[in-house]
């Protein structure tokens, strides 16, 4: 009776499935529903993390004991090591576990480090009891009790990093990009997806940071494992509704394939138009045959069907060697990857601008003037500002700018900017926030208080570079996240997400080297350097400077890059050809 029932139940026509493996049922699975139970374990999982992430480096300099510069560095390598394990995420969810199952297994690890850290820090790291504010620094910590917090906090980037790219993705999963309307919601996930990630973060931000502030680091550390567990309950709670794409074999060994073939078939030539290549018949439901590019003609060499291929599959009685011989879709995979790689380069220095927010902006607010009458504002909390910013810039986008966008475009009718124009706008925005920045620094310097770290400007000076990094972010990492989720293969798409992830783990970096050897540099001659512990006797608005002039060069590069760029066409998907040659 089910089977029979199933006929006449519409099903999607991206080969998603349901969890018994079956084809999803459009009306019983997936859409906003369970998109919706996703974007609050998203907020949910954004305030856990942030609820650590935005003091880190307060709580490294209060209660662990390091300088500015060093705990700095510090949370830039913290920060890069999250999304470094965003790879790893990826790679088990698009190759063994599936989606769903990446993101339950991760959130619970994300959980056990937050509460391991919430328990080291209450009964190992406060001592003497009442420290941890800055008037009251913790004393000296044995190597044990380091120890603990740095695989507590290491635990949560895991957690964190392997959940996040997942989740992003199977939250796309669950419309069916084939039909019109839900394709249309597909996109606009991503802009709300966006939008509860900074919205997660808000409450930590604000009530969350303003206890730490205060030294009541355990009551934050609590709460924000409360909150990860929450969000994971939550997301375990929609399973019966979830639509899944079933890991296939792994992306690198279809990868391996293509550079393997290529490279044995080296001596062909490819300069000629008559070429016999090779297009598989058989394919997964739900995948699409990618059209033949021109571009990167060297790897074409592994679609040329030649002699030996035919010969090897008469012996093996099979099919061809896919280590001889791979499907032009195949070799277009791997194309696509390559054409992504120049584009996700110059997304790493945008990377390096933001990542500012957790580090130095921070610093720069703890030196100015924070209090109204008796209130004292948590540097950190300016981050507000910022979401704040993605949430306004999110709906005018939506709204307002991207009709209007449409109406302008005379090439395209009725198309708005493209995910790459999108981007290129983040990297103009960005170099405009950190001139402001910049100019901020120079006027808290003039108006510095020489008998102690700080300014008379007040702290709200810095509301103009945040709000305009959070202008950048909704162009540049929500264009980001559209872009290489629309263009990478069917069997790489948590690939895609963790790149953008992963350009992010590579501005932290990139930041934490840029911060030493500026310091190396400008400390020469028994000089203070341009991050000094104390910022008064520094120049830390020749770094912002420098980062402007670093992230517009970018910009020139990346325009470059985007003028070269090819979007990718593919054909019907299997099992969209298949409905219409029933009909």
């Known amino acids: 009776m089910d089977q029979k029932v199933r006929q006449f139940e519409v099903c999607t026509q991206d080969g998603s499935v349901d969890r018994h493996g079956n084809p999803a049922v459009r009306a019983k699975t997936g859409k906003w529903l369970t998109a919706i139970l996703i974007l609050v374990n998203q907020g949910l999982a954004t305030l856990a993390f942030f609820g650590v992430g935005v003091n880190l480096v307060l709580f490294l300099t209060r209660v662990m004991g390091q300088d500015n510069a060093e705990a700095a560095n510090n949370v830039s390598k913290w920060t890069g090591t999250v999304y470094i394990f965003s790879l790893l995420g990826a790679f ?341 926030a950190m001139i402001s920045a910049g100019i901020v620094e120079v006027y808290r310097l003039k108006h510095k208080e020489t008998a102690s770290n700080s300014s008379s400007l007040s702290i709200f000076w810095q509301v103009p570079q945040y709000m305009m990094i959070g202008a950048s972010e909704v162009f540049m990492y929500v264009g980001q996240l559209e872009f290489f989720n629309s263009q990478a293969p069917t069997g790489l798409k948590s690939f895609a997400s963790a790149l953008c992830m992963a350009s992010i783990s590579l501005g932290n970096y990139v930041s934490s080297l840029l911060v030493s050897i500026v310091m190396s540099i400008s400390t020469r001659d028994d000089l203070p350097g341009w991050i000094p512990g104390n910022l008064n006797k520094g120049h830390l608005d020749r770094f912002y400077f420098l980062l402007a002039g670093l992230t517009a060069a970018d910009f020139v590069v990346y325009l470059v890059c985007a003028k070269w760029y090819k979007y990718i066409k593919s054909e019907a998907s299997y099992s969209e050809s298949s409905a219409e040659e029933e009909v």
Not at 304 to 331: F, H, M
Request: glycine share 8%.
């Open 92 to 432: 088990l969810s698009d190759s063994y576990w599936g989606r769903y199952k990446t993101c339950a297994i991760f959130q619970a690890s994300f959980v056990a480090g937050l509460v391991m850290l919430s328990l080291s820090t209450g009964a190992l790291l406060l001592e003497p009891s009442g420290c941890g504010v800055e008037e009251s620094p913790c004393k000296p910590h044995s190597t044990f009790k380091t120890v603990i917090f740095y695989l507590s906090v290491y635990l949560i980037a895991l957690g964190y990093g392997g959940y996040q790219p997942n989740i992003a993705t199977f939250g796309a999963d669950q419309f069916d990009a084939d039909d019109s309307v839900e394709g249309h919601s597909k996109i606009a996930f991503f802009s709300y997806f966006y939008l509860a990630l900074n919205l997660g973060s808000l409450f930590s931000n604000t009530v969350l940071s303003y206890f730490e502030d205060q030294g009541d680091w355990p009551l934050g550390f609590w709460a924000s494992a409360g909150s990860a567990f929450a969000g994971l309950v939550l997301f375990l709670t929609g399973t019966p509704k979830y639509r899944h794409f079933t890991p296939r074999e792994s992306p690198w060994s279809r990868f391996c394939q293509v550079l393997v073939a290529a490279t044995r078939k080296g001596k062909i030539d490819v300069n000629y138009e008559d070429m016999n290549l090779y297009d598989s018949e058989t394919q997964r439901t739900g995948d699409k045959k990618i059209l033949h590019t021109s571009g990167f003609r060297f790897l074409d060499r592994a679609a040329i069907v030649t002699p030996d291929d035919d010969a090897e599959k008469v012996e093996s009685g099979s099919t061809y060697n896919p280590w001889r011989l791979c499907s032009v879709t195949q070799v277009e995979e791997v194309k696509c990857v390559f054409r992504l790689i120049p584009i996700w380069l110059c997304t790493i220095l945008y990377s390096v601008v933001f990542t500012q927010m957790a580090s130095l902006f921070v610093e720069q607010g703890a030196a100015m003037k924070t209090n109204i009458k008796d209130f004292k504002i948590p540097a950190s909390s300016m981050s507000s500002f910022d979401i704040l910013s993605v949430a306004l810039f999110i709906f005018a986008y939506r709204r307002f700018l991207d009709p209007l966008f449409a109406r302008l475009n005379k090439t395209e009718p009725n198309k708005g900017l493209t995910e790459l124009q999108r981007m290129g706008i983040g990297l103009v925005i960005a170099v405009m």
